[in-house]
């Protein structure tokens, strides 16, 4: 998990993967236009993306396309922001059960209590 955090931990890549993003299945050609770098620059950040998991390719005839693969961001998610929403969502949970007991109507506010105090 560490590669992965090492690839996002770069501007570049992470505008890489925002590209891929939005139009999955780019070629080096399409992701390097509009680059500040060099091409080879740009397939080197690929590179990385590729070894942490986070970029698949697949060749069509001789065009070697990269996707974005979501999975190695998911365990992210799943791993390190997973367990504190499960945290929260308990703790809703809980004071949502409190605010509903401390609402109920206490035994002397039954309807039938209060009409049979007025008569």
Do not use: C
């Not at 925002?18 to 999955?24: A, G, I, P, S």
């Not at 390097?32 to 397939?43: F, Y």
């Not at 065009?63 to 190695?72: C, G, I, Q, S």
Request: aromatic content about 6%; proline content about 4%.
């Amino acid at each position: 998990m560490s590669d992965v955090f090492a690839a996002l931990a770069d501007q570049t890549r992470r505008a890489l993967l925002d590209r891929l993003f939005v139009k999955n299945g780019q070629s080096l050609t399409d992701l390097h236009h509009g680059m500040a770098m060099s091409r080879q620059a740009v397939a080197k950040h690929l590179h990385i993306l590729e070894t942490a998991n986070l970029v698949s390719v697949h060749w069509q005839g001789r065009e070697k396309l990269h996707y974005l693969n979501p999975v190695p961001l998911g365990e992210i998610v799943h791993r390190w922001v997973g367990k504190f929403e499960d945290a929260r969502i308990a703790a809703l949970t809980d004071f949502k059960q409190q605010v509903e007991s401390a609402s109920k109507p206490l035994p002397s506010d039954k309807p039938e209590e209060k009409r049979h105090a007025h008569q």
